[in-house]
């Protein structure tokens, strides 16, 4: 064989194992089995009470978890490219207040301490505030919130009275558009309200009309969340367990999913994060796309604490905090080239890395085998050559 030829498959093989190594760093850097991007750790005593992305950055509303005379203030920070771009400074204790964004308002409800005496306290003052996405007020209002959703340019809010609970309906700029006096949970797409009550589900239009009642699919309806093309995704919770159901815009189930006890969820064009002892994602379908009580693990025999868990616009990221956990944002890792881990990528490997490595082995066997024969060829000429030399100087002898 040409000795420019065996060359140049010995340079293309070297080229191959670096364009492979090269590849599979710029892979653990985006597999979360493999790597994390960016950690904030946190005192036993903080809580991460929301979290959510809004366009390229992650929101979180910190809160200060313990009893003290004199608690520490909560945070709402703004992380970007693993930084934190602003950290603004909230009421001293918050954790019951709610949180929600979208891409044109950051809405939270606050509250503090207030102390008579020694041993007596009570959560005041409570506010309703919203934020611009660059972290500037634009206005609170003294409202006890408890359950929130912001979508568009509504913000929906529900919190207590002295003979029971209200809703409030508010545009971004603050004003009252109109309210319920009553309401457990709500939630909002822009478009439509929902409102959970005593087991049922009410959708009303954003001018207040009452649009139909959903009646629960089992057991007592938890939190809600609306899609933008009206589905809606809702948890019931039974003596059984919890159940995760999906309603398309007319209100019919569509699929429901059972789970020992759902901690929290998260929605997203294409998927449905779900966790409870595991994290689960499932695609609209119903389809479980991922199902594994090891993904980063706390304790193996109990399963893994997240949190509270949000997912990027782009879903390329998902993002999880809790007092057990602070904050952590993983990104989402694709084997298989589908658009996210599923059944079909049982271990870390980068489909395209897998074709990069074979594509290497090959051609490390074809050089292998051509350098192989080369030299063979190489000593036999040489034992040729020995021999003539050999036998000549015998001849002269």
């Not at 930084?83 to 891409?103: A, C, E, M, Q, T």
């Not at 809010?157 to 319920?180: I, Q, T």
Request: charged share 25%; aromatic share 14%.
């Amino acid at each position: 064989m040409n000795k420019k030829i065996r060359v140049l498959l010995n340079i293309l093989f070297v080229f191959l194992i670096f364009w492979t190594l090269n590849y599979w760093e710029e892979t653990s850097k985006r597999d979360p089995l493999l790597d994390g991007i960016y950690r904030l750790n946190f005192g036993l005593e903080w809580d991460v009470a929301g979290i959510g992305f809004q366009n390229d950055t992650l929101v979180v509303k910190v809160t200060y978890d313990g009893l003290s005379r004199n608690p520490k203030n909560g945070s709402l920070l703004f992380i970007r490219d693993g930084k934190i771009v602003r950290n603004i400074s909230l009421l001293p204790y918050d954790d019951f207040g709610s949180f929600d964004l979208s891409k044109d308002v950051i809405a939270l409800g606050t509250s503090s301490i207030k102390w008579f005496s020694e041993s007596t306290f009570t959560f005041s003052p409570f506010y309703l505030i919203a934020y611009s996405p660059t972290g500037s007020e634009i206005w609170r209002k003294e409202f006890n919130v408890t359950s929130l959703s912001t979508a568009g340019d509504l913000i929906v809010a529900r919190g207590y009275v002295m003979n029971g609970s209200v809703v409030k309906v508010f545009d971004v700029r603050g004003n009252e558009l109109w309210g319920l006096a009553f309401g457990e949970n709500v939630a909002t797409n822009g478009k439509t309200i929902a409102v959970t009550e005593k087991g049922k589900i009410y959708l009303f239009s954003r001018e207040g009309n009452l649009i139909k009642t959903i009646e629960p699919w089992k057991g007592t309806v938890g939190s809600v969340e609306l899609v933008g093309d009206g589905r809606i995704v809702a948890t019931f919770y039974s003596k059984e367990g919890s159940y995760l159901g999906v309603y398309n815009e007319n209100g019919s189930l569509l699929w429901a999913k059972t789970f020992s006890r759902i901690r929290d969820f998260a929605i997203s064009q294409d998927y449905i994060l779900v966790y409870d002892s595991a994290l689960h994602i499932l695609d609209w379908s119903g389809r479980v796309l991922w199902d594994n009580t090891q993904y980063y693990p706390l304790y193996p025999d109990v399963g893994i604490a997240l949190g509270r868990i949000a997912i990027s616009e782009d879903e390329k990221f998902i993002a999880y905090g809790g007092s057990e956990v602070s904050l952590v944002i993983n990104p989402l890792f694709d084997h298989d080239g589908d658009g996210i881990i599923d059944e079909e990528d049982p271990i870390p490997f980068n489909n395209g890395l897998f074709y990069r490595t074979l594509l290497t082995v090959a051609m490390g066997a074809v050089t292998t085998w051509v350098n192989r024969r080369e030299l063979q060829k190489s000593r036999k000429e040489a034992r040729k050559k020995y021999e003539e030399i050999k036998n000549a100087l015998n001849s002269k002898l």
